[in-house]
T-cell receptor, first 113, second 115 residues
Framework: GNSVTQMEGPVTLSEEAFLTINCTYT??????LFWYVQYPGEGLQLLLK?????DKGSNKGFEATYRKETTSFHLEKGSVQVSDSAVYFC????????????FGQGTTLQVKP | DSGVTQTPKHLITATGQRVTLRCSPR?????VYWYQQSLDQGLQFLIQ???????AKGNILERFSAQQFPDLHSELNLSSLELGDSALYFC??????????????FGPGTRLTVL
C-alpha cells in the first residue's frame, strides 16, 4: 500500500541554520504531496503542497519540490527561527474518489536561540 | 483558527465505557475526515464522510463508528474503550468532492485518556 517515510527526529538546530527534513513516499499513480506542521497543543496546519511532478510548494520561507524520479518531497528552509519549533508531517493524498491523507511519522524540530 | 471545531477538548474515561466526539466542519465544507494520533501508530486515517455519506474507511476498529448529520457536523463514537484507545482524535474538513485537491483543515483535536 501507499506509505510515507520521514527522517527520524528530533532535529535540533541553532537559529538561522539551514533545515532539511527528508520525506520519501511509495504510491501507485500520481499522488498529491503535503507538508503539515503541528505546534505544541494545536492541530495540524497545512504548510505547503504540490500536486504534480516538479511542482514546488512554498510558504513562510519553507520549500519542497515534488520529485517523481526519486519519489521524494524534502522540506527545506534557509534560515530557521525559534518559532519554527514544531512537529512536521509529510503526507500524500491518493488520486481517486477519497481524499484521505497518509502521513509520515512526523519529525520534531527544535530550534535553539 | 482553522474554522473546524471539536468538542470536548479533553475526555477522561474508564475502560469499557463509550464516548462521543463531536466535530463541526468549516462553514460550507461537505467533507469530514477523522484521524487518530497515537504515540505508537502515528497519525492514521479512520473514516471519511461526504455530504452525509460514508466515502472511505481506514484503520477504524469495529468498536468505533461515525456519522455525518444533515447539518454536516459529525460524531465519532468509541465504545468498549480500551487503554490502547487513548490518543488524540482529529477531525478535518474540506470543500468540494473528495477527489479534488482541496486542502484539509484540521480541528484542534480531542484528547482521549482511557484509565
Amino acid at each position: 500500500g501507499n506509505s510515507v517515510t520521514q527522517m527520524e527526529g528530533p532535529v535540533t538546530l541553532s537559529e538561522e541554520a539551514f533545515l532539511t527534513i527528508n520525506c520519501t513516499y511509495t504510491a501507485t499513480g500520481y499522488p498529491s504531496l503535503f507538508w503539515y506542521v503541528q505546534y505544541p497543543g494545536e492541530g495540524l496546519q497545512l504548510l505547503l503542497k504540490a500536486t504534480k511532478a516538479d511542482d514546488k510548494g512554498s510558504n513562510k520561507g519553507f520549500e519542497a519540490t515534488y520529485r517523481k524520479e526519486t519519489t521524494s518531497f524534502h522540506l527545506e528552509k534557509g534560515s530557521v527561527q525559534v518559532s519554527d519549533s514544531a512537529v512536521y508531517f509529510c503526507a500524500l493524498k491518493e488520486r481517486g474518489n477519497t481524499g484521505k491523507l497518509i502521513f509520515g511519522q512526523g519529525t520534531t524540530l527544535q530550534v535553539k536561540p | 483558527d482553522s474554522g473546524v471545531t471539536q468538542t470536548p477538548k479533553h475526555l477522561i474515561t474508564a475502560t469499557g465505557q463509550r464516548v462521543t466526539l463531536r466535530c463541526s466542519p468549516r462553514s460550507g465544507d461537505l467533507s469530514v475526515y477523522w484521524y487518530q494520533q497515537s504515540l505508537d501508530q502515528g497519525l492514521q486515517f479512520l473514516i471519511q464522510y461526504y455530504n452525509g455519506e460514508e466515502r472511505a474507511k481506514g484503520n477504524i476498529l469495529e468498536r468505533f463508528s461515525a456519522q455525518q448529520f444533515p447539518d454536516l457536523h459529525s460524531e465519532l463514537n468509541l465504545s468498549s474503550l480500551e487503554l490502547g484507545d487513548s490518543a488524540l482524535y482529529f477531525c478535518a474538513s474540506s470543500a468540494g468532492a473528495p477527489s479534488s485537491y482541496n486542502e484539509q483543515f484540521f480541528g484542534p483535536g480531542t484528547r482521549l485518556t482511557v484509565l
